[in-house]
């Protein structure tokens, strides 16, 4: 279990009573929107900042970017106080919104802030291509980003977000906007990014976004911290258990559930057989996978999927040393994956056919992680969106409101009958 | 091959580095071949004119008086000191002459308007566009050309009804006009490329290792971007290009060149500077306040980017616009400016030659030694009282009060502060008596340090303005003006009206000191007699601060130009951080407010320091008081602060051909400096302590 705060690192961030109370012209006290919060994050953690609108998060993160002062409390960012302007070089922002330059192309967009950063002109270049190519931007990278819908706004935060290889990754709200293929690839994205050891806040009040991907989460109300833990801690249901087969007959289950009541006297049975379930996401991205497989276009942004190459691992920088290590690691590409525990790369298997980069893709984010954070590799409690998800809390009372068999919003993975 | 083929292709070519490369080598050669022909064809017609220019220098010009009220000053033929001294000033009036024809032959120039346009050029080529720009521009001369050249003097409305005196619109005056746009646009796109590949190089300077210097230029390129593509600032830069295309046009050809060059050099240096100043303002509060208020900042201040980096980026892109837009606007003026210096002047049949055949014009003379000239400035030394004398006066003036209200001698605060007002009245007292001049008496004003004048043999020109009583401008007064013990030359002047008066540098003795002595009144002689006698002028007159001064050339007026346009891009550079300043702590409306203010307060200070002079002391209610002191206490400090800024005025400096030495533009970028970076440290450390973000809950 990866428990953050043990670890002996300087944690990424460190907030400890932190409160912030914005004021009005006179100075007097309108809003405490942050009260006393203490919470550490570790390097390499994904963490969830959830709540209700106007709950704190937003105000939490722009503290610990500088954007906002603290009234009270201490926070620091890899150990430095959050004005501290080398520590933003470390950091990688997407504020809620897309706030852009409407006279700059994506293109231009991404090269002034890659120009922030100091990025050497070659390695500027090929992150913005990689990156472009990422949010499915190429086409179009050059018109003016005012003519861009609001998910093409938000496709070029994200790359922006992302060009400085950010050691902490700091997303507000990243979906708000995106499409399903656009949420899956950030979700994506995160869980690679988490792979390579990176620290990523994700702020969200779309709760299947946070628990598709995040280690450890706080849960905010009027800037209080209701709720901390892993998504184990929170959600596992303890007195259930699961077991995954093939497909079984009748037969064969009633044969389990004899054993199962034999060995515990009678005193527990099987409660529920189902078949797994897609969740609607998984059955729209694929949809739109086969779409495409078909050649059927699309105007506007169109959807790149792949993840920029230089953020999946740091050897992966330079051409050359990416060909040498797609020749070298073809034999332990395989493997990898499974034996690692990482969850299944879910857009994986519906891009296959179209793109035969996509392997490659899989070999470099198997390889470059051969030794994943030790803590958290075998993970099984972060659960990836295809992979079928415990019996939880929230499902159960979707599907008991909802009555038998009825799927639940986005948890329904499950196709439940009672025998 | 379609169109759109050989469209293509052409395209492709003027992108590759051979296409680049020689077309930068053909340009060069034409342009080092062009002036290199012009410069021979000049100096052989030079050669050729000598003969017959060289003789033509009966009429002594030095002798000439010529004021702006038109009145004329005319040598006093009666009298008869030193033929010798007299010879020496014809010599030197000849000498005069020839250096300005000399000047005209001075193929600088035709080399300075080469040297621009060629760099606009190599510009154009090497951004790939070179034969898109020279497409463009054929497009253009096949509009332009037939309307100049073939229907110039045909009338667009038709032709002006008679005696109204006004000239109708003329083809010619279009086409001129369309040229003029073009010309200006496409230097104007050109240089603004350039500006971006300039800020472009951050990343070099990256590589060399400079750290912290790519940001600044970053978002300082980000700036340029925005002054081209955001609506606003393109409304300025539309109007500037049109305003200055236009202006040419505007020039009455019935009045002598000399005005109309002061006229446009007038407008078109001091209008594009306003339209410019004004496009700065906007631009720099507008990317500064804007950027907070829709929250882009939000991704650039969580970037690597330090509060100072952002202000000097946005500061030095805002500067970088106004330079382009700045060097557009002045090689317009100059060179069309250089063009109307090659028309006919008033008199002449061709430039340079006047009709009468003798010598030069009035008109041609004062344009080469007083308007495209740099001149330099000599104030009298006037007579000072001794320490002992005014602590005399002084004590004087204390025991007078005394006899009134003795009670004052008890307090020894009342008396320091009677002291203090007493020395300011007298040394007041003292600097007018200096100036001034009774009924039939007469002051010697003495100029020094004239050495380098005396050895430049040009004219030396006595600008005076005459004051006296109420300053009727109806009333005419007649002084006496005697140069270096020569004889007096009458002068009708009308009151508070600026006059020229020209003396010929042999007066200057050789110490450099000259003498000039006026007398108020008129000496009329008596030629048969040989005796002369005195009228007196009517009342006291009185010569102001700035209403007596000796101008003399120095330098060229090229290098004076170019110095003004420094001064004037300092200038704008102290505005965008102004603008920038004020956007960091301030929304957009306000901050557009606060920056204007402070601008019109800046250009005005000398008009408000002036007014503050008089302003209250005649209400001597009480109530008043309070309200005044408010008054001064806002208006004195900025007037102050920003003296010096309204004393540069390089416009007037440049109209008036007056000399802008390098000291002078050192000493502004010194001072203009200074402030500058005063804003930008109140700046920075208003945006350290900002929060960028609000409350952005319910």
Known sequence: ?419 | MTLRDLAGRLGRAQGTLFFKVAASIILTVAAIGGVGAYTVAVKADQAAGQAVVAPQTEEPAARQAESSGGAMAGRAEQVNPEIARREAADEITARAIKAILDRRADPTAIAVGAAVALGICLIIVWLGVGLTYLGLALIASLAVVPMTVWFGDAYVFGPPEPGSGADALRWGDVGRFLGGIVALTASFSALMQGLRLAFDAGGAAGVLGVSRVAPILAIARNVVAEAVRMKVSLVFIVLLVFALAALPGMLNETTPLRYRVQSFLQYGAGGSFWIIALLVLFLSVGTVAFEQRDRVIWQTMTKPVAPWQYLLGKWLGVSGVAAVLLAVAASGVFLFTEYLRNTPALGESAPYVSKSGTGLTEDRRVLEEQVLAARRIALPILETITPQDRENEIQRRIAAEATMSPEILDSPRILEQLRARFAEEIDKEVATAARTIEPGDYRIFRFEGLSRARQTARLLTLRYRVQSGGNDPRDMFRISVSIAGGPPVPISAHLEQTLILDISTAAIADDGSLEIAILNGEIIMDRGENQGALIPGPATVHFPPDGLELFYSDGSYRANFFRVALILWMKLAFIAMVGVCAATFLSFPVASLVAAGIFLVAEGARFLGGSLEYFGGEWDDPKFELWRFIVRLIAQPLAYAFRFYADLRPTTTLVEGRLVTWLAVGRAAFLLGALTFALYAIGVAIFRRRELATYSGQ
Not at chain 1, 376 to 404: H, M, N
């Open chain 1, 1 to 419: 279990m990866n428990t953050a705060p043990t670890k002996s690192a300087t944690p990424v961030v460190a907030c400890r009573g932190l409160t912030k109370v914005f004021r009005d012209f006179w100075m007097r006290a309108r809003v405490r929107a942050v009260d006393n919060v203490t919470f550490e994050i570790a390097p390499g953690e994904i963490f969830g900042l959830l709540g209700p609108n106007g709950s704190g998060k937003s105000t939490t993160i722009k503290i610990i970017l500088g954007l906002l002062h603290k009234t009270r409390g201490q926070v620091a960012v890899f150990g430095k106080s959050p004005s501290d302007v080398a520590v933003k070089k470390r950091i990688g922002y997407l504020p809620e919104e897309s706030y852009l330059y409407p006279f700059l192309n994506a293109r231009e967009t991404l090269e002034y802030y890659a120009k922030l950063f100091e990025l050497d002109y070659r390695v500027r270049n090929r992150r913005i291509d990689e990156l472009l190519d990422m949010v499915g931007l190429t086409a179009v990278q050059h018109r003016p980003v005012r003519e861009y819908s609001k998910g093409m706004q938000r496709r070029i935060g994200i790359a922006q977000a992302l060009i400085n290889d950010p050691e902490l990754l700091i997303l507000d709200e990243p979906t708000t906007g995106l499409d399903p293929i656009g949420t899956r690839q950030i979700k994506d994205l995160i869980l690679a990014l988490g792979r390579r050891g990176k620290t990523v806040i994700l702020s969200s009040h779309l709760l299947s976004d946070v628990e598709d991907c995040v280690d450890r989460m706080i849960i905010l109300y009027g800037g209080k911290i209701r709720a901390e833990g892993t998504c184990d801690q929170l959600l596992t249901t303890e007195d259930q258990t699961i077991l995954e087969f093939e497909p079984l007959d009748e037969a064969t289950i009633s044969e389990i559930d004899r054993i199962v009541r034999e060995r515990t006297g009678g005193e527990k049975s099987l409660l529920r057989v189902a078949k797994p379930r897609q969740k609607l996401e998984d059955l729209f991205v694929d949809i739109v996978e086969r779409a495409r497989a078909e050649r059927a276009e699309a105007a506007g942004a169109q959807h790149g999927g792949r993840t920029a190459a230089f953020l999946q691992g740091d050897g992966a920088e330079l051409g050359e040393q990416l060909i040498s290590k797609l020749v070298a690691g073809d034999s332990a590409a395989d493997a990898a994956p499974t034996s690692a525990g990482a969850p299944p790369q879910p857009t994986a298997a519906p891009q296959q056919p179209s793109e035969p980069e996509n392997d490659v893709l899989k070999t470099l984010l198997a390889e470059a992680n051969p030794e994943p954070q030790p803590a958290k590799a075998p993970e099984p409690s972060r659960p990836a969106t295809a992979a079928p998800i415990p019996a939880d809390v929230d499902q159960s009372v979707i599907g008991s409101l909802l009555g038998d068999g009825a799927p639940g919003n986005d948890g329904g993975s499950r196709q439940e009958h009672r025998p």
